[in-house]
Structure formats: structure tokens, C-alpha cells
């Protein structure tokens, strides 16, 4: 029994010195944890700390300026626009300048002064239905503690509930999680399996003794990487068609746009994904090195996308951060065309960053293939 268990500690012992005796690995297995953490931390919050709204109070009166100082006081939500018609509404909503709009009727005094029950509509961004509904029970908790005022001023004749809430969830009408994470999914699972692909293609190579013959062919690096390129483009795009049929034919979400639009957004992220991987590829010495630094990067890049905790609650150094990660704006691209039916004109501004860190991580890519750094 003895003998036993000192085999096992000294073949223990023996795993451990070959973990910790390369210096990059034991950074691999202690910075990682340390920024995924923080990460986690500040980027993953459910917590509403900064609600744009805009405002279309048709009263102008004591009662709605009451009501809109309960609502400002909170600290959670800030006023990004004071709207003049109806009209002005899809405008502020588009753009995201306001994730949701506070209407008020024009006889909106005149109905609590009389005793009767009135209502106000807002007006919600459903595109992230997590950050709409949070928003709206907000704004019903502020508008139930204005209630309880009104009653106490008014005495027994009020009514149980003086204010009421009509709300309009734009997009995704009943506020349906999958309505705004499916078509976010098209963009994000694809990138797990091209990343993970174009990561492993290079180091594959360089781990069979393939890769110095490749080298020595009459092939540039611009040709070599070409050609490990297109492979896994076309792999995402067939997965992202995959996800995107699972999401109009099994789960029955209506798509609004266009399947020209959509795959042209499709096109440029898949490419800015296949460099980040033919980066990775380019400077890990074997598949087991490429796979650790592709899923290390993997979970900060889900986490900054915007798809599950919307981008403007983070901190800003982290916003900053997630101008370099082209899911950021590939799964806002896709949710616009798909739940909006937006045209290119409008999503250009997504493709700009999309053709930046492809330009930048396709040369980076070449360059490593060639002075290759392991």
C-alpha cells in the first residue's frame, strides 16, 4: 500500500514539474483565470446602472414633470432626448440612441386632478429583451412608489392604481429571450468553430513536420494563407446558414431583412475571425498550444460581445475593449437586419471595424508564416 502511493505522488510530482517548469505555461494557468475573473466581473451584469430614455411629455405640466423627477433620481436613468412628436420616436429607438421612450398624454393632469386612472406608453428596444424587460420593471417600480404618493395626497376616493403603464416592445413584441439570441447566435457559434479551426490549421502542420515543406514551396505567404483561409470562411458560413435556418424554421422567428444584407455583414466577420485564428496559428508551436490560446480568448470575446449583457453597462475602459472584438459588431449587425429588416445604408458602420481587424490580422498572419516567432 505504501509502495502504492508513492508511485502515485512521485508520477504526481513528475505531472506537476512538467506543468510549472515552462515559465509560459504557468502564466497560461494564473493570468487567465486572474482576467477572465475581472472580466466576468464587471462585463457580465444583469444590473441596470445606465438606461438612456427619451422623452414625449404632450402634457408639459406640473403632474408629468413630478413624475419624470422620480424617474431621474434614481440615478439609473438618464435623458439622451426630449422628443417633439410621434414621429421622432423610430428615429431615437434606430439608432439606439434610447433604449426606450416615455410617453405622456396631453391630458395627463387633468385625468389624476379629476380622480381618474391614466396612462402613460413606453415604449421599449426589445432587440436585447434581457435589458428591455430589466428597463421596464424599473420604470413600473418608480411609477408604483409615484402611485403611492398620488394616494396618499388624494385620500380614500383615489383609485387603487391612479398611474398606469402601457407598454410596446418594439422588435420583439412579447419579449422572447430567443428572439434576440438566436439571431446573435448566428454570428457567435460560428465564430467558436472558425476560430477554433483556422487556430489549429497552421499548428497541425507545424506539430506533423509539414509545415517547413510548405514553407520551401513556390507558394507566397500571401498564397499559403489564401489558402488556409477560404477553407474555414466557408465552413462559418455554412454554419451560420445552419443556425439561421434553425431560427426561422424550428423556432418560427420571423426574419425582417434581407438575406443579401445579412450575409454580406457574414462575409467580412467571418474573414476578421479567420485572422484572429490564422494569427493564433501562426505563433503556437503545437494543436495544444493553439487550442489553450483560442479558448483563452474565446470567453472574453463572448463576453464583450454585447450578446447577453448589453455593452453600455460595462465600464469604459472594457467598451474600449470591445472596439477589437468583431463579434461586438457582427451580432449587432446581424440582430438589426433580422429583427429591424435594416438595409446596408444603415449597418455600414459595422462593417468598417469588420475590414480594419481583417486588414490588420490577415498580413499579421502572412508575416508570421513567414518569420515565424516559435
Not at 74 to 99: K, N, W, Y
Not at 151 to 171: D, K, M, N, Q, Y
Not at 328 to 356: C, K
Request: hydrophobic share 50%.
Amino acid at each position: 500500500m505504501v509502495d502504492f502511493l508513492m508511485r502515485i505522488a512521485n508520477l504526481c510530482r513528475k505531472e506537476l514539474l512538467t506543468i510549472l517548469k515552462d515559465p509560459a505555461t504557468r502564466a497560461i494557468l494564473v493570468a487567465p483565470a486572474l482576467l477572465q475573473s475581472l472580466v466576468f466581473g464587471y462585463g457580465a451584469t444583469y444590473d441596470l446602472t445606465n438606461v438612456p430614455y427619451a422623452l414625449l411629455d404632450q402634457s408639459r405640466n406640473g403632474a408629468s414633470s413630478e413624475l419624470i423627477a422620480h424617474l431621474d433620481s434614481t440615478g439609473v436613468f438618464h435623458r439622451v432626448a426630449t422628443l417633439r412628436s410621434q414621429a421622432d420616436i423610430r428615429e431615437v429607438i434606430d439608432t439606439e440612441q434610447a433604449l426606450l421612450v416615455i410617453q405622456i398624454p396631453a391630458n395627463f393632469e387633468q385625468q389624476l386632478s379629476a380622480g381618474q386612472t391614466t396612462t402613460i406608453q413606453l415604449i421599449l428596444d426589445a432587440r436585447n429583451s434581457n435589458t428591455a424587460g430589466s428597463a421596464a420593471g424599473y420604470v413600473s417600480a418608480v411609477v408604483e412608489r409615484y402611485n403611492a404618493e398620488l394616494r396618499t395626497r388624494a385620500g380614500a376616493g383615489a383609485p387603487p392604481s391612479p398611474l398606469v403603464i402601457e407598454s410596446r416592445a418594439w422588435f420583439n413584441p412579447n419579449l422572447e429571450t430567443r428572439w434576440n439570441l438566436l439571431p446573435g447566435m448566428i454570428a457567435a457559434l460560428s465564430m467558436l468553430q472558425t476560430l477554433l479551426l483556422t487556430a489549429l490549421s497552421v499548428a497541425r502542420e507545424r506539430e506533423q513536420g509539414t509545415f517547413d515543406q510548405l514553407l520551401v514551396t513556390p507558394m507566397s505567404p500571401l498564397e499559403i494563407m489564401i489558402g488556409k483561409a477560404l477553407p474555414p470562411v466557408l465552413v462559418g458560413l455554412v454554419q451560420s446558414s445552419l443556425i439561421l435556418l434553425v431560427a426561422l424554421f424550428w423556432f418560427r422567428i420571423p426574419m425582417a431583412g434581407s438575406l443579401v444584407t445579412l450575409y454580406t455583414g457574414l462575409v467580412f466577420f467571418t474573414v476578421a475571425s479567420v485572422g484572429i485564428g490564422l494569427s493564433i496559428s501562426a505563433v503556437s508551436a503545437n494543436m495544444q498550444q493553439a487550442m489553450l490560446y483560442a479558448f483563452v480568448l474565446l470567453m472574453p470575446l463572448m463576453l464583450l460581445s454585447g450578446l447577453t449583457t448589453p455593452v453600455r453597462n460595462m465600464p469604459h475602459v472594457l467598451q474600449v475593449a470591445t472596439l477589437a472584438n468583431p463579434l461586438r459588431f457582427a451580432i449587432d449587425l446581424v440582430q438589426r437586419v433580422y429583427l429591424e429588416g435594416v438595409g446596408l445604408g444603415t449597418v455600414w458602420h459595422n462593417l468598417i471595424p469588420l475590414a480594419v481587424i481583417a486588414a490588420i490580422t490577415l498580413p499579421l498572419a502572412a508575416w508570421l508564416f513567414r518569420n515565424r516567432l516559435v
